[in-house]
């Protein structure tokens, strides 16, 4: 099946920071998602980003599908941001609701 | 938020048992999933559906069995339940075009002694 990998696995910055979260991806998709899993263990849905680049405040994100990767980025980071990032995809054989692969996720930890 | 509501929130039940969790949504949407998610594997798909009584084996189905009588509830059985099914359930719903953003329940933890 479709491999999905993300990096860094954990990341610790200061408050106020920059960060850029990759997902790499090993075959065609129809379907890529970005999800954020707090500390309360909610998962919610950042983005859905087949491709190109979205924006929502001070996040955005982009997927460069013929290359087979995608990238989160935080600006300004808040301690609110704090949690787990997954990335998940379906593959272009898929039916478009098939059910996502996740990858194993970015731990990402903001310090006051 | 997506109206997702899963039961129990937290379950502690003996190996052997028989485990039913429920998933109810109150967004008319057609797609609707399970996943588990444990330490080092991230999350995995369950089973899912694609309508009332269609469902399909997802990446680790064996052990699981699920049901879809009505568009609103998605139900998982563990008919005999294992320690290795120890995890934490999560629920998701997709909207009826396919191709759309998932959205999760808070989860159910069960532990299987």
């Known amino acids: 099946g479709i491999q999905v990998e993300q990096s860094p696995p954990d990341l610790i910055l200061q408050e106020g920071a920059n960060s850029t979260l990759r997902c790499n991806f090993s075959d065609s998709v129809n379907n890529l998602q970005w999800f954020h899993q707090n500390p309360w263990g909610q998962l919610i849905n950042l983005f859905y980003i087949p491709s190109g680049t979205k924006q929502n405040g001070r996040l955005s994100a982009t997927t460069v599908a013929t290359e087979r990767y995608s990238l989160l980025y935080i600006s300004s980071s808040q301690t609110t941001d704090s949690g787990v990032y997954f990335c998940?995809?379906?593959?272009?054989?898929?039916?478009?609701?098939?059910?996502?692969?996740f990858g194993k996720g970015t731990h990402l930890i903001i310090q006051p | 938020d997506a109206g997702i509501t899963q039961s129990p929130r937290h379950k502690v039940t003996e190996t052997g048992t028989p485990v039913t969790l429920r998933c109810h949504q109150t967004e008319n949407h057609r797609y609707m999933y399970w996943y588990r998610q444990d330490p080092g594997h991230g999350l995995r798909l369950i089973h899912y559906?694609?309508?009332?009584?269609?469902?399909d084996k997802g990446e680790v189905s064996d052990g699981y069995s699920v049901s879809r009588s009505k568009t609103e509830d998605f139900l998982l059985t563990l008919e005999s339940a294992t320690s290795s099914q120890t995890s934490v359930y999560f629920c998701?719903?997709?909207?009826?075009?396919?191709?759309?953003?998932?959205?999760f329940g808070d989860g159910t933890r069960l532990s299987i002694l």
């Open positions: 998940a995809v379906e593959p272009y054989s898929g039916g478009g609701a098939d059910g996502l692969t």
């Open positions: 559906s694609y309508g009332v009584k269609d469902t």
């Open positions: 998701a719903i997709s909207g009826n075009g396919g191709n759309q953003p998932q959205h």
